[in-house]
């Protein structure tokens, strides 16, 4: 099982970017897909997420009108478009997959069982 994170950057304030995350071996339309973040020095934050079997999505209030989950279930990829980025979006950002958890869990690290290997974003001017 690997899922592989990219797409993060150097970006101005008010710029975008879009992550993605690649699954082998997981089937993204199956899963419950996550995107955390850990900024230095803190602990690692749901930021969003797509709950398996359809199309339930889920933001923290700090992204939430800025950010943008979905899946590519053809491609078995999960994105995300992050727009209006400010420095305190930066932070390395996680991909995680549950087959299992329940809705009630979605924002804990530990109800996922995988995780991608991160993706830097920084948002500077």
């Known amino acids: 099982v690997q899922l592989q994170a990219s797409g993060g950057g150097l970006v101005q304030p008010g710029g975008s970017l879009r992550l993605s995350c690649a699954a082998s071996?997981?089937?993204?339309?199956?899963?419950?897909m996550g995107w955390f973040r850990q900024a230095p020095g803190k602990e690692r934050e749901f930021v969003s997420a797509?709950?398996?079997?359809?199309?339930?999505?889920h933001y923290d209030d700090s992204v939430k009108g800025r950010f943008t989950i979905s899946r590519d279930n053809a491609k078995n990829t999960v994105y995300l478009q992050m727009n209006n980025l400010k420095p305190e979006d930066t932070a390395v950002y996680y991909c995680?997959?549950?087959?299992?958890?329940?809705?009630?869990?979605?924002?804990?690290?530990?109800?996922?069982?995988?995780w991608g290997q991160g993706t830097q974003v920084t948002v500077s001017s």
């Open positions: 995680a997959s549950s087959a299992r958890l329940i809705l009630s869990s979605l924002r804990r690290p530990d109800a996922y069982d995988y």
């Open positions: 071996g997981r089937t993204v339309s199956r899963d419950t």
């Open positions: 797509l709950f398996r079997s359809g199309s339930n999505t």
